[in-house]
């Protein structure tokens, strides 16, 4: 036993535990901070609209046959 009858292997786990803790709360701050750009300059926006055309563009035949041939 050492100091405080706390276990000699057991001294620092509290610094190391708030080590990692606090690099993973940093980690998800800039995931977050990223996210956020990404929103607000509007990328997803852009690239769902993109995707969205082409889809529209090439399944409208055959939707719209789809529904008057029910």
Known sequence: MGAFGVRDGERGQGTVEFAVVTAAFLGMLAAFGMLWRCLESGL???????????????????SVADVFLY
Do not use: M, N
């Open 44 to 62: 997803f926006v852009e690239h769902a609209l993109l995707s969205a055309s082409h889809h529209v563009q090439l399944a409208a035949p055959g």
